[in-house]
Structures are given as structure tokens and as C-alpha cells.
């Protein structure tokens, strides 16, 4: 097995997801594997990582060819700038390549109306792309959302509160990218928005996970390409979500948002809740961005599960367009 960066640069072996089974034993079969990451600076390379071990832990005797990308419209730090510069092939050559499969992250959203997003007409042209290019295409949380709006006129609706946490989601559908999924799986979600599963269903798209909590995991539609949706985001590793909520609760003891950060559900452990709960109540009255210094170390439940669902969906993935480039 190989697994390359773009520039033909090995990577080390996964550290967060378990071993399987060759998906393909033929030594023959080349995959070509684009990512389109338009995660904000915090997790522009956590990203990269967790993909990329993904993949390589996916699969098996097969040779991928992995190229990262970025769209010019996400706004990027000068030293994030210089990592896509010097390691990201441009997106102007994403034709040239003959990507097998592609996976398209969310971004942070700015807060408008989708359209109104200042990356929506570069994401846009990628989904118009991808329909006729590739053979399967992932699209990721805000990605997943611009995609159903862009093609069918799905809108999302506001959460009244940000769903974030490990949600427990059940398979309610046979589908090849589902096989070997048994019982619960653990999905970390994070969002502030959703698409509902009668619109997607009107529309003929094919619900494959949901959650009583968070309602729809994972969901599909055939065009020329198979795309593939996530409202969750199974790629998270274990501290995801401790980065995210670290995240907000500095920018709101820095006063850059209102609300407090809820804690993410079914993730830390009770005694960090009991700090954490206990620690809001003191920020919310101080708030003074030196108090997060304060706070005990954070430790996670033991059965988060990191990884585990998307090493299955993404060895399925493989082995569909395994199959399908011989």
C-alpha cells in the first residue's frame, strides 16, 4: 500500500484508526483521491491528517494518489497561505488530474445566507464539476448544505442550538458505503444548521444513517457521479471537538461572540462536565480571556469511538471505485 501526498511525499502509518483487511488484493488498481479543504486555519492540517490516515488505513494493496486543494475565496492566515502554497496543487489543475473520488469539506460560515458565502461560486462550479468527472464525490457539513441547495433548492434551517457532540446514529438503509456498520455508530456533529430528511426524501435523495437527536447522518444521490453527504463529520479525530469548543470559548471570553459555548453531549467525561459547568458560571460573570488558563485538564469519555465509522464508509468508498476503475 501507498498513500502520497501530492508532491509525492510518503505519509506515516494511521494512529487513529484500527487495521482491516484489503478491500482489493489486486496490485494493479490506482486511485487518484482529491481533497478540497476548506476548514479554517485551526484545522487546516488536522484535516489533511485525518483524512489522509483515513485512506491509508482504507486501503488495503491499493495505490492512492492524494492531492490536496483549497479554494482561493476562504480567507487564510499568511502562514496557512504559505502551507497550501508550498504543499496544495492548484485548483486550476483539479481537471487535469482524473479524480477518481473526491471529498469536499465544509468551511466556517460566515454567518449569511449560503449564496451570500464568499466561497459559494467557487464551490459551486466544484459540485457542477464533480457531477461528470468523477465517479463519487463527498461532500461535508457546510459542503453537504451548499450542495443540496445548489442542486435541488434544499434549503437548511437554523438549529436553536448548535449540535455538537458524539450523536449515536443508526443504519435505516442496505447501501453498499454502509456495509459492516453494526449497531450505534458514534459521530461526532458539529453544526448550526440542518437539512431536514423530508425535503432531502422529496427530492430522491437516500437517507442512509440518522440520529434520533441530530436527525440525518449520512444521505446519497445518484447523478453521473454517486454523491455522498455528511452532516456529521465521521473523519473527526478524538480531540476534534475539544479543539472546536476550546475555540469558543476563547473567542467568547475575548467578547468576539455573545452566546457561551454549550458543551459538546456524550464527550468529556462527568467530572469534566462538572468543571466545565461550574467554570461557566464564573466565566459568564468575569469574563476575562486569562481565565481559561485555569481550567483543569479536560479528559474525554472512554467509548467516543474516534474514527471507527469512518474507517468502515471510507474502505466501502474505496472499494466502490476500486471496482469501478477496472
Same mark, same amino acid.
Given at each position: 500500500?501507498?498513500?502520497?501526498?501530492?508532491?509525492? /511525499?510518503?505519509i506515516?502509518?494511521?494512529?487513529?484508526?484500527?487495521?482491516?483487511?484489503?478491500?482489493?488484493?489486486?496490485?494493479?488498481?490506482?486511485l487518484?483521491?482529491?481533497?478540497?479543504?476548506?476548514?479554517?486555519?485551526?484545522a487546516?492540517?488536522?484535516?489533511?491528517? /485525518?483524512?489522509?490516515?483515513?485512506l491509508?488505513? =482504507?486501503?488495503?494493496?491499493?495505490?492512492?494518489?492524494?492531492?490536496?486543494?483549497?479554494? @482561493?475565496?476562504v480567507?487564510?492566515s499568511a502562514?496557512?497561505r504559505?502551507?497550501?502554497?508550498?504543499?496544495?496543487t492548484?485548483?486550476a489543475?483539479?481537471g487535469?488530474?482524473?479524480i477518481?473520488?473526491?471529498?469536499?469539506t465544509?468551511?466556517? @460560515?460566515?454567518?449569511?445566507?449560503?449564496?451570500?458565502?464568499?466561497?459559494?461560486?467557487?464551490?459551486t462550479?466544484?459540485?457542477?464539476?464533480a457531477k461528470?468527472?468523477?465517479?463519487?464525490a463527498?461532500?461535508?457539513?457546510?459542503?453537504?448544505?451548499?450542495?443540496?441547495l445548489?442542486?435541488?433548492?434544499?434549503?437548511?434551517?437554523?438549529?436553536?442550538a448548535?449540535?455538537?457532540?458524539?450523536?449515536?446514529?443508526?443504519?435505516?438503509?442496505?447501501?453498499?458505503?454502509?456495509r459492516g456498520?453494526?449497531?450505534?455508530?458514534?459521530?461526532?456533529?458539529?453544526?448550526?444548521n440542518?437539512?431536514?430528511?423530508?425535503?432531502?426524501?422529496?427530492?430522491?435523495? /437516500?437517507?442512509?444513517?440518522?440520529?434520533?437527536?441530530?436527525g440525518?447522518?449520512?444521505?446519497?444521490?445518484?447523478?453521473?457521479s454517486?454523491?455522498i453527504?455528511? /452532516?456529521?463529520?465521521?473523519?473527526?479525530?478524538?480531540?476534534?471537538?475539544? %479543539?472546536?469548543?476550546?475555540?469558543?470559548?476563547?473567542?467568547?471570553?475575548?467578547?468576539? %461572540?455573545e452566546?457561551?459555548?454549550?458543551?459538546?453531549?456524550?464527550y468529556?467525561?462527568?467530572?469534566?462536565?462538572?468543571?466545565l459547568?461550574?467554570?461557566?458560571?464564573? =466565566?459568564?460573570?468575569?469574563?476575562?480571556?486569562?481565565?481559561?488558563?485555569?481550567?483543569?485538564?479536560?479528559?474525554? %469519555?472512554?467509548?467516543?469511538?474516534?474514527?471507527?465509522?469512518?474507517?468502515?464508509i471510507?474502505?466501502?468508498?474505496?472499494?466502490?471505485?476500486?471496482?469501478?476503475?477496472?
Amino acid at each position: 500500500m501507498v498513500l502520497l501526498f501530492d508532491r509525492k /511525499q510518503s505519509i506515516s502509518s494511521p494512529t487513529l484508526v484500527p487495521g482491516q483487511e484489503a478491500f482489493e488484493r489486486g496490485e494493479s488498481i490506482q486511485l487518484t483521491i482529491g481533497l478540497v479543504n476548506n476548514m479554517p486555519d485551526s484545522a487546516l492540517k488536522a484535516t489533511e491528517r /485525518q483524512f489522509a490516515r483515513l485512506l491509508s488505513g =482504507a486501503a488495503g494493496q491499493a495505490r492512492i494518489d492524494f492531492h490536496c486543494f483549497s479554494l @482561493p475565496s476562504v480567507r487564510r492566515s499568511a502562514a496557512a497561505r504559505a502551507h497550501i502554497d508550498k504543499e496544495y496543487t492548484d485548483i486550476a489543475d483539479l481537471g487535469r488530474l482524473k479524480i477518481d473520488g473526491l471529498i469536499v469539506t465544509g468551511a466556517e @460560515p460566515n454567518g449569511c445566507a449560503l449564496p451570500q458565502e464568499l466561497l459559494w461560486r467557487e464551490l459551486t462550479d466544484i459540485i457542477d464539476w464533480a457531477k461528470t468527472h468523477t465517479r463519487s464525490a463527498i461532500w461535508s457539513c457546510l459542503a453537504a448544505h451548499a450542495a443540496v441547495l445548489h442542486l435541488d433548492g434544499i434549503e437548511r434551517h437554523r438549529l436553536p442550538a448548535k449540535c455538537s457532540g458524539i450523536q449515536a446514529c443508526t443504519k435505516i438503509a442496505d447501501d453498499w458505503l454502509t456495509r459492516g456498520l453494526r449497531g450505534a455508530l458514534k459521530v461526532p456533529h458539529s453544526r448550526l444548521n440542518e437539512v431536514r430528511e423530508s425535503d432531502l426524501v422529496t427530492h430522491g435523495y /437516500q437517507v442512509l444513517t440518522r440520529s434520533d437527536a441530530a436527525g440525518v447522518d449520512i444521505f446519497a444521490k445518484q447523478f453521473q457521479s454517486r454523491f455522498i453527504f455528511f /452532516q456529521g463529520h465521521p473523519e473527526y479525530d478524538a480531540l476534534s471537538l475539544q %479543539r472546536e469548543y476550546m475555540r469558543d470559548l476563547a473567542r467568547y471570553l475575548a467578547g468576539a %461572540r455573545e452566546d457561551y459555548p454549550a458543551i459538546p453531549t456524550n464527550y468529556f467525561d462527568a467530572a469534566t462536565e462538572a468543571h466545565l459547568n461550574a467554570f461557566e458560571a464564573r =466565566a459568564s460573570a468575569e469574563r476575562d480571556p486569562t481565565l481559561a488558563a485555569g481550567l483543569p485538564g479536560l479528559s474525554l %469519555r472512554g467509548d467516543i469511538a474516534a474514527g471507527v465509522a469512518a474507517h468502515v464508509i471510507l474502505r466501502n468508498w474505496l472499494a466502490f471505485l476500486g471496482r469501478r476503475s477496472g
